[in-house]
């Protein structure tokens, strides 16, 4: 693996029963690169983005990450990355909505064991620079759509990851406040150097991404990047 190449997936082949959502898939993604995976629903994209990550254990193939090959760990070790080198920002946020804004960005330190008083602090920074510092007392349940997906950033960002994975991060939401969040993420991610994969079917949160790929019947049927500049140029155009 070339080391230059952040996460990689080779080959790789999961299935559900009878069922195949990946059939070889391959992509390669560079450190700090915010890399896209658009196609349409049922394509696989999301199964592609859950071997990443190491939530589905390929039927097939190699996942790489950081130059270790992250498919043959155990689910201790893929659960203990997940819990420090790999940031998450799915659809519906996935927040805890019995537990304040603070809570949501802090727990996932705590359970890190960093000091109660540092997670709330962090906390407390990264809904500041989300926009959202006069809102970490709130449950989540009682935050709009934006707010609460600004937390789950805060959540992501606040680790420090090496990785952000978003799966259909602005699907949610409404367009204006879908491009806040994206302006929000991809901005605050750059200035960390930390890598976005996201998956996505629309071509506007495909624009914030350095390079495109097109998932198609569990393949990758080729980098788009050049479609994605031009959805850029077209975006900044607007």
Known sequence: MTRAHLVEA????????????????SVAIRAGEIFAVMGPSGSGKSTLLHCLAGIFAPDRGEVWFDGERLDT????????????????????????????????VALPLLLNRVRRRVAYGTAE??????????????????LSGGEAQRVAVARALALAPK?????????????????????????????AG??????????RVAAYADRVVMVRDGLVSGDLGAVGEQVSAAKAGR
């Open 10 to 25: 080779r080959d790789v082949a999961k299935s559900f029963g009878q069922t195949p959502a990946l059939r070889g898939a």
């Open 73 to 104: 760990l155990g689910e201790a070790e893929r659960t203990r990355l997940r819990r420090t080198a790999f940031g998450f920002v799915f659809q519906f946020g996935q927040l805890v909505p019995e537990l304040t804004a603070a809570d949501n």
């Open 125 to 142: 920074t990264w809904l500041g620079r989300l926009g959202i510092g006069d809102k970490g007392a709130n449950r989540t349940g009682e």
């Open 163 to 191: 990785v952000i994975f978003a799966d259909e991060p602005t699907g949610s939401l409404d367009s204006l406040t879908g491009e806040k969040v994206m302006d929000l993420l991809t901005a605050l991610a750059r200035e």
């Open 194 to 203: 930390t890598t976005v994969v996201i998956v996505t079917h629309d071509a």
